[in-house]
């Protein structure tokens, strides 16, 4: 996967994520800290590649007291198909999720 692409990646997210907080924003390039901000409570993690990496888990895990999402684009999932990203997030959070949505 092209690094252009996990550079540009972020910016559809956050944008695609302004329907819920009108503020999120890409965080930019070399600054510490999730790839969205003003997402307040929830740490996202944008990350595209050809395979599954464990060590963006391990990213997402430092934010402490926050939600963490790692969002992932595998290939052919770009701009126009942001919605159709992978969300990963603990099991507990799903679970979570899922019965106050009423499905357990």
């Known amino acids: ?14 944008s695609y994520l302004t329907a819920w907080w009108p503020l999120a924003e890409k965080t930019p390039n070399g600054r510490p800290g999730a790839d969205i901000e003003n997402t307040p409570g929830v740490a996202f993690e944008v990350k595209t590649g050809t395979q599954w990496r464990a060590g963006w888990l391990a990213q997402a895990a ?21 919605a159709n990203a992978q969300a990963v997030v603990p099991l507990h959070v799903l679970m979570h999720v899922l019965k106050e949505a009423g499905y357990c």
């Open 1 to 14: 996967m092209s690094r252009d692409k996990g550079n540009r990646a972020s910016a559809w997210v956050a």
């Open 62 to 82: 430092k934010y402490d007291g926050k939600v963490r999402v790692v969002v992932y684009l595998p290939p052919g999932c770009g701009e126009k198909q942001v």
